[in-house]
């Protein structure tokens, strides 16, 4: 069974920073893109990151661009999100994805529960 | 950035009604880079559609995806109880990936 377990969230000051991880079991992780997702409090789904199966491509949102940074360890079978210069409108539930394909681009398969990050001003 | 725009933001039909919801993108995402998501009250979303129109892993037929270019639709045949929900479409054609705000399809 397909498992992502994220961690990591709480509260945190404006301009503060969080290292967001992911555990994934149950599938070959080193085969697949990551990707990360949040999710405002009664708002939509927003992108905010990925990388690919082999941690060398790595995209992000244009609203978390240079704050924010995606990296993964196949060793560990861990995606982590480095978040940081936090600003209220990053106050979010956090989800990891796993990506259908391995390149960094594609449609996310399984979704883990998600953590929650809380910015103050 | 490619804007995806649902519609309509809500829909009010009644169990084993036809569902079609609408997703237009700023510009071409391609022919098959297009996915649709659902996601319940209190849970995270699931992946029902890529590539325009294939069902993934246990997701029922009632469940059709179509579209290309700019113009997608998701199509639910016949609404199940459990399919009242709200729905994302997702493309992932341009850098970086951008969701659609989302269709709420409520029971009438």
């Known amino acids: 069974e397909v498992q992502l377990v994220e961690s990591g969230g709480g509260l945190v000051q404006r301009g503060g920073s969080l290292r967001l991880s992911c555990a994934a079991s149950?599938?070959?992780?080193?085969?697949?893109?990551m990707h990360w997702v949040r999710q405002a409090p009664g708002k939509g789904l927003e992108y905010v990151s990925s990388i690919s199966n082999n941690g060398v491509s790595t995209h992000y949102a244009n609203s978390v661009n240079g704050r924010f940074t995606i990296s993964r360890d196949n060793s560990k079978n861990t995606v982590y999100l480095q978040i940081g210069s936090l600003r209220p409108e990053d106050t979010a539930l956090y989800y990891c994805?796993?990506?259908?394909?391995?390149?960094?681009?594609?449609?996310?398969?399984?979704w883990g529960q998600g953590t929650p990050v809380a910015v103050s001003s | 950035e490619i804007v995806l725009t649902q519609s309509p933001g809500t829909l009010s039909l009644s169990p084993g009604e036809r569902a079609t919801l609408s997703c237009r993108a700023s510009q071409s995402v391609g022919r098959t880079y297009l996915a649709w998501y659902q996601q319940r009250p209190g849970q995270a979303p699931r992946l029902l559609i890529y590539?325009?129109?294939s069902r993934a892993a246990g997701i029922p037929d009632r469940f059709r995806g179509s579209g290309s270019g700019t113009d997608f639709t998701l199509t639910i045949s016949r609404l199940e109880p459990e399919d009242f929900a709200v729905y994302y479409c997702?493309?992932?054609?341009?850098?970086?990936?951008?969701f659609g705000q989302g269709t709420k399809v409520e029971i009438k």
């Open positions: 590539g325009t129109s």
């Open positions: 994805a796993s990506g259908l394909y391995d390149l960094w681009s594609g449609p996310l398969d399984y």
């Open positions: 149950g599938f070959m992780f080193s085969n697949y893109a």
């Open positions: 997702q493309q992932y054609g341009g850098s970086p990936l951008t």
